[in-house]
Nanobody, 115 residues
Framework: QVQFVESGGGLVQPGGSLRLSCAAS????????MGWYRQAPGKQRELVAG???????IYAESVKGRFTISRDNAKNTVYLQMNSLKPEDTAVYYC?????????WGQGTQVTVSS
């Protein structure tokens, strides 16, 4: 069973930036696509961005041009660079496989965008 540990969240003002990291256990990390997901209070968890094992990326329309997903297979880590943050980006952010066959969800990392 693979485990994910997310980090890098925090409180940031609108227009600010954060870089999230997700460290994955297991030796087969490079074999599967990974995604960043988020869940705001009272809302369902949604996909933010995904990255295939070969590097192809996809993004939710709401974050296109602002967020960048990347991965370092040697470090079993996936990143999410978030720029031009908006209050509506406030949520708990999680990583997991993309787009399905999820492993257990980690604790996530809280991102709060507020002035």
């Amino acid at each position: 069973q693979v485990q994910f540990v997310e980090s890098g969240g925090g409180l940031v003002q609108p227009g600010g930036s954060l870089r999230l990291s997700c460290a994955a256990s297991g030796s087969t990390f490079s074999d599967y696509a990974m995604g960043w997901y988020r869940q705001a209070p009272g809302k369902q968890r949604e996909l933010v961005a995904g990255i295939r094992s070969g590097g192809r990326t996809i993004y939710a329309e709401s974050v296109k041009g602002r967020f960048t997903i990347s991965r370092d297979n040697a470090k079993n880590t996936v990143y999410l660079q978030m720029n031009s943050l908006k209050p509506e980006d406030t949520a708990v952010y999680y990583c997991n496989r993309y787009p399905s066959h999820f492993y257990s969800w980690g604790q996530g990392t809280q991102v709060t965008v507020s002035s």
